[in-house]
């Protein structure tokens, strides 16, 4: 999977790129990374990305023409290389809210741009250029890169061979085995610290009574924690 980032910060993505599971998985081809600098895309001799919003107020405005020439270049650069185009993701606070859902779904892609926003955002002519905008929840961030790393570590653990345990992707919070509902608890050794013991459930070895305390546990939690979600009621 590739993917491609159009960023006024390109160094912002050094070490998160090179660390961890994202790393592993650049070192292993199972995904790969493209960064696109919206400066070499800017206009004049200044190489300017933004100006003053029509009809006054504070701040700039990313212009439409260099996101736009940044977006038909990724596209440019994967047809030459045998790629197919990609899936344009603008990162917005207006967006539909990122989800584990949409990890999946862009997981599903073979290259997927991820659009990093600046000042006060984007030329609102820039939106009819991209398939879908998301948003990583309802805060302002000062830009997309950090939107667009999380979207990146959530969709590279989904890929086939990246995580060492593929059934640890499986059973977490949000997946279809536990119906969409938060992961149980979790406990490792010490068996008991300060007076807080693991339930004595874990340690038994009875294997069909420790899946139907976690199946519990997780309706329990995610019903007192985030009732909004399915797995709640299953
Ligand atoms: C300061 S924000 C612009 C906010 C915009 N004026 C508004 O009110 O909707 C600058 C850029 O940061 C990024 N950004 C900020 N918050 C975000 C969020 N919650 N999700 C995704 N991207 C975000 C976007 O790329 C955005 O264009």
């Not at 390109?10 to 493209?34: I, N, Y």
């Not at 596209?75 to 989800?99: C, K, M, N, S, Y």
């Not at 926003?117 to 990583?136: A, K, M, N």
């Not at 009574?209 to 709640?232: H, V």
Request: with cysteine; proline share 6%; glycine share 10%.
């Amino acid at each position: 999977m590739l993917f491609s980032i159009v960023t006024l910060f390109p160094e912002l993505f050094g070490p998160f790129l090179q660390t961890s599971m994202v790393g592993r998985a650049l070192e292993q081809g199972a995904a790969r990374v493209r960064l696109s600098e919206l400066r070499s895309f800017g206009l004049g001799k200044h190489k300017s990305v933004d100006d003053t919003p029509y009809g006054g107020g504070s701040g700039m405005v990313l212009r439409v023409e260099p996101v736009v020439a940044a977006l038909e270049s990724l596209d440019e650069a994967a047809a030459a290389a045998g790629e197919p185009p990609a899936h344009r993701v603008l990162l917005t606070p207006q967006g539909a809210r990122f989800a584990q859902q949409s990890a999946r779904s862009l997981a599903g892609r073979p290259h997927v741009a991820l659009v990093c926003g600046r000042y006060e955002g984007f030329d609102e002519r820039v939106r009819s250029y991209v398939h879908e905008e998301l948003s990583l929840g309802d805060f302002v961030m000062t830009g997309g890169e950090v939107a667009a790393m999380a979207i990146i570590e959530a969709t590279v653990r989904l890929l086939p061979n990246v995580l060492g345990n593929e059934a640890s992707t499986a059973s977490e919070s949000f997946s279809d085995a536990l119906f969409g509902a938060l992961e149980y608890p979790q406990y490792t050794r010490p068996a008991e610290f300060r007076g807080a013991a693991v339930p004595a459930i874990l340690t038994s070895g009875d294997h069909a009574k420790i899946d139907a305390w976690r199946r519990e546990q997780s309706r329990e939690r995610t019903a007192a924690r985030r009732p909004d979600l399915g797995g709640a009621k299953s």
